[in-house]
Each structure stands twice: as structure tokens, then as C-alpha cells.
């Protein structure tokens, strides 16, 4: 008898309890889901991908992103477990509209039970569900959920897998990377196993946050989509409209996600160089038709004019105080006049933007641009350097540099004081 023939065939590989339903009985029972590039065509191909932003992804400013080439808008991302239960709450965070489409929401949970639940309330209005396994916050370890399951698969692969079987709509994931690709490669095909019809990779591991922030990578991105049969989103290191397509080639993926970049500078995916105050007139128009909390407001208006608020700092103290929409429409009126005085004494050519030591676009302050996220170095206790230059020693031009936060959570905790009881 030879080796071959003595050889013992691999066993195959087991499936898992809770997968209660094998694939041809789902597509029995939900014959007219979409699953992964069917779902992702009929989405319009999205390119163009705004990211799942607490209090700053909402509908307004998805409206705002679309007019500005955002092909995808997510939700920001919710709590299932008061979505769930919490009719006060559902009403709050959740809108939309007509022209919100394509849209996918997000939720973060634990529950799988819980998670179905939620979905299901958005299910005919929503292109698909979005699971939250990517934050890295200290609310979201205390809330056992986001990037704090990444350890326990068992409960992730439930999570999706219980709405992989029961949902009338499709569910996707965002993930975070490991330190090794080959378990960034595992877990993302764990993830695709339980039923996720789109995965979004967030190149940088969980401990990679604020101030540590740094670069993503986008090398364990590309080896996430190799191996996967799912359409891949990358997610980290854009700054302007040309790193979009530099991450495609890099990576193969199908669409790239936008998260902080997209909150300065709303109109990236169009590579057009605008004024602040245009934004911001334009978002303000669009909220007095889609009722948008003041905090959100705020928030946005915090953010465009970031540049312009450190010199005109009487403007700053005037924004934390208005709570009305005319008093924000003064507000950037006010802004306006001041940053219109400024660019008339200004040599600024938008077709001529020059680059600093580090590569960075010279922009003024009253135009949109990314934020440049510095750490001190203690070595030269009278210099900073940019974050990515803190991390890594090629060129920005050649690596990417990152400024993506993870799902802009830092006023979460006094929002949501109930996640201490889990989601």
C-alpha cells in the first residue's frame, strides 16, 4: 500500500453549536438578501465610505457628506441594548430619510439576543446592520464591547451569526487588527464564517489610540482582503482625496472609510479646496430642515473651524455658549466676516499649495483641512513632531500618515451612563 494511499484525509472543520442553520437553508428562508458583492453593487459600488461616528455621523452631516461624494454613510454607532429598549433614545439616534441611501447602521453589543432585537428595528430602512468590534475606548471595555471582544471569537461569531440566521437584512462587521497578521487573517475569516457580507478592516491595533495613534497598516489590510471572499473596506490613514486611491492599489480593497479627515473636511472625497465657513453655512441650511442636536452641531463647527478658533478666541467662548440654530448661524456668520478679512490680505493660491518639512499641505486656517494630531518629544523638550513621524521613518508621502480616530467616542461616557450595565 503506498503513503498516499495510507495517508488519513484532514478532517473537515467543525462547525460551530450555534451555527443552528447551514447556508442553504438561509438563503431558503431570506431568498432575497443580498450577500456580499450582490449587496455591495447594489449599493452603488461605494468608493467613497464615511465612517460610524458617535453624535457626529448623524443624519444631517451624512446628508452634507453626500453632497460632497460620500458614495456610503454609516450610522454613528449605537447602543444596542438601549436602542433596544429605550424608545427615548431610539428616537433620538436614529434618523433618516429619503436621501439617505445607501446607509448601514452600526451597533455595538454583547448580547446576541439584544443585538437581534435592535436590528430588527431598522431593518426596510437600512441597507444592512453594522457590527462595532474595532473601538478601543475605556467606555467601551467597561461596556464589554467593540474592540474589547477581539479575544472572545465564540461571542463574536454568535453575534453575527444570530443575525446572519434571523435578520431580513444583511449583516457586516468592522474589525481591528492584531499585532500578527496571521491572527488578523483568522479572526477576519471567523468573522466571515458567521455570516458577515462586507468587513471593514481598521488597520491599527486597539492599543493604537489618541495619542498613540500612529500609523495603520495598511500591509495587514491587503492580507485581510487575500484572504477573504467578502468586499473589504480599509479604514485609517487618509488625509486628502489621492491617499483614497493610493490605499486601493495598495491594498485591492473595494472601498475606503473615512472617520476624523471626513468630520475637518467634509468635502475630501471631491479633492476641491473650500472655506470653512462654506461648510459650515451649508451643514447649518441642511439642519434647519433635519432636527440635529446642539451638541452635534457644536461638535461639527469645533471641528471645520479648528484652525481659525485658537486666533479668534472670543468666537470660541461664543460657540460653547450658543444652544439655538440661529445662534449658530450667527456664530459662523461672525467666523465668516472675520475669516473672509483674512483671506483678502492673503497670497493663498488654491492651485499652488505648497507642502511643509514633513510633506503636510500648507493650507490657511479658513480652509477645510485634515487635523495633524502632534505628540511632544521629550528629547527636544522645545519641538513637537507630527505623530507619524513618531512612528515610522519613511516619508508621509510613502506611508500614509493617520489621524482616523476610532468612532469618536470621548463624550460617550456622559451620554450613555447606563453602558455599566452592559450592552
Known sequence: MTVAETTTAPAAAKVPEHFTMTEDEIIAKFPTRLRGFDLYHKMGSPKNIVAPMVDQSELAWRMLSRNYGADLCYTPMFNAKLFANEQKYRNEQWQTNETDKPVIVQFCANDPDILLKAASLVAGQADAVDLNLGCPQHIAKRGHYGSFLMEEWDLVSKLIRKLHENLEIPVTAKIRVFPEVEKTIEYAKMVEAAGAQIITVHGRLREQKGHKTGLAD??????????????????????????????????????????????????????????????????LEICKDVPTKAAYIRGHLFKLFRYSLPIHTDLRQKLVEVKELDGFRQFVGDMKARLVADAEGSDFDPEAVVVDEFGYRKYPTWICQ??????????????KRLLNEAQADTPADDTGCATGSCDNVDNEAKRQKTLDEGV
Open 370 to 383: 485634515p487635523a495633524l494630531r502632534f505628540e511632544h518629544d521629550k528629547e527636544h523638550s522645545k519641538s
Open 218 to 283: 495598511w500591509t495587514k489590510i491587503k492580507a485581510v482582503k487575500d484572504a477573504v471572499k467578502v468586499p473589504v473596506f480599509a479604514n485609517g490613514n487618509i488625509l486628502y482625496q489621492e491617499d483614497i486611491q493610493r490605499c486601493i492599489d495598495a491594498t485591492n480593497v473595494e472601498g475606503v472609510m473615512t472617520a476624523e479627515t471626513n468630520l475637518y473636511n467634509p468635502a475630501l472625497f471631491t479633492g476641491k479646496v473650500l472655506p470653512t465657513w462654506q461648510l459650515a453655512e451649508e451643514y
